[in-house]
């Protein structure tokens, strides 16, 4: 989960977000079965202005699991960190800082699942290395072993969440790493999976 440096709120969510937001809330008040819609604004709706500026955050990776390409729209969503349909985060779901660009696969892993323990990829204090460790043997990542109980909690939680090693997700790091290793001629900018990328990469400088 790469670092991410969040830009200014767009112009169209300091024109709607407070009045979308208090729609939302009031229309999970009134039915709390209530699907989940992008509201609209000059012919766009909320999706349609939000998704370039989020795509740009995390040069067209996914703000969790770093997957690449996503040019398809099928295979790009813009997740709610905290859950559009929780009760206590329903007055965020147009909220910039609540909003990441993401894979389908991290936004149907985690769903509407929510634990406070989570981390988000561009809090202040975040660093990938001082919460995970990738083994690059297999492609699995792990809590950092050398963290406080409390980090290696809130990564296990980020990891089990959002699925990070679930299916063929390691299996495809490690194919991202071979593609890598076989054109390094490649801006890592245009490849899945960087930070297991340079992990590797520096575990093979130390051992040469």
């Known amino acids: 989960m790469r670092k991410l440096e969040r830009p200014p709120e767009p112009e169209v969510l300091q024109l709607k977000s407070a009045q979308w937001n208090q729609q939302w809330v ?4 009134k039915n709390p079965s209530a ?10 709706t909320a999706r349609e ?36 349909h ?22 149907n892993q985690k769903g509407g ?22 083994d690059v043997s297999t492609g699995v990542i792990a809590p950092n072993r050398c963290a406080s109980p409390e980090i290696q909690k809130r990564a ?3 990891i089990r969440i959002f699925g990070l090693n679930e ?23 245009d490849t899945a999976y960087r930070n297991f990328i340079e992990a590797a990469s520096l575990r093979a400088a130390e051992v040469a």
Not at 26 to 29: I, Y
Not at 76 to 83: A, L, M, Q, V
Not at 113 to 134: N, V
Request: aromatic residues 16%.
């Open 49 to 84: 202005w939000l998704v370039h500026e989020l795509r740009e955050m995390t040069q067209s990776h996914c703000s969790f699991c770093d997957a690449w390409p996503m040019d398809d729209q099928s295979l790009e969503s813009i997740e709610h960190f905290r859950p559009k």
């Open 156 to 158: 296990e939680a980020t």
């Open 26 to 29: 009031e229309l999970r008040q």
């Open 167 to 189: 299916g063929r997700r390691p299996f495809r790091r490690c194919h991202a790493l071979a593609r890598w290793q076989n054109d390094k001629t490649q801006n890592i900018q």
């Open 86 to 107: 929780h009760e206590r985060f329903q007055h965020l779901a147009f909220t910039w800082t609540n909003l990441y660009y993401c894979c389908d696969r991290c936004q």
């Open 35 to 44: 699907q989940f819609t992008w509201y609209s604004y000059k012919d766009k």
């Open 113 to 134: 699942q929510w634990e406070d323990e989570l981390i988000a990829p561009d809090e202040a204090s975040y660093e990938f290395e001082d919460c995970f460790e990738f």
